[in-house]
Structures are given as C-alpha cells and as structure tokens.
Nanobody, 122 residues
Framework: QVQLEESGGGLVQAGGSLRLSCAAS????????VDWFRQAPGKEREFVAGISFNGANTAYADSVKGRFTISRDNAKNTAYLQMTALKPEDTAVYYC???????????????WGQGTQVTVSS
C-alpha cells in the first residue's frame, strides 16, 4: 500500500511560481507512474501532467504546457510539479495519483493523495 501526500500549495499572485510535492510512504513510488490532476470549484477534475516510472517520459495538458514541469526523485520517493507563470485559471485543488500499471484513462488509480489548494490571485 502506498500513501500519497501533496504539499506546497498556497496563495500566489498571477505570474508567480509554486512547487508542489507528492511524497509517498508505505511503499516505494519508484514502480508507479505518477500523474497530477486538478479540480476547480464547479468543474470536473482534469489531467495536468504525468511522468513515467523512471522519469523518461512526460506528458502535459495543453493548458499548462511550457509553464509546468513534472519531475520525480525516486530516491526520495517523491514527485514534483513545478508551476511557473501562474494564472488565476490555475486555481484549483491539485492531486497526485500513482499506479504501478501506468496511467489510468478511467481515473481508477491505485493511489490518490488528499490534495493541496493552489490559489492564484489576479
């Protein structure tokens, strides 16, 4: 069993930066694909970025491409989401999800974190 805990959220002005962390405990994260999602009030959850087991492959939503960077440090059992040039529309609760089977198009990931709030003021 893997427990995921996100951190690093907060309030930032438009144009600012934040780095989110997704720390795993219980078991190693190194065998799992990791994705970041977000959900804004009144909206559906949406994919933000994903990274493969060894970090060799990454993917991004068009809305964050060029501004966000996903990475992982398997030695620290942690994945990251570096967010720059933040916009008010990036305001949401951000979640990390992990699954040893790879990305789950159905959203049925084996492990989810509790989320961290990101608020971008204009």
């Amino acid at each position: 069993q893997v427990q995921l805990e996100e951190s690093g959220g907060g309030l930032v002005q438009a144009g600012g930066s934040l780095r989110l962390s997704c720390a795993a405990s219980g078991r190693t994260l190194r065998n799992s694909h990791v994705d970041w999602f977000r959900q804004a009030p009144g909206k559906e959850r949406e994919f933000v970025a994903g990274i493969s087991f060894n970090g060799a492959n990454t993917a991004y939503a068009d809305s964050v491409k060029g501004r966000f960077t996903i990475s992982r440090d398997n030695a620290k059992n942690t994945a990251y989401l570096q967010m720059t040039a933040l916009k008010p529309e990036d305001t949401a609760v951000y979640y990390c999800a992990a699954d040893p089977r790879g990305p789950q198009l159905s959203g049925a990931y084996a492990y989810w974190g509790q989320g961290t709030q990101v608020t971008v003021s204009s």
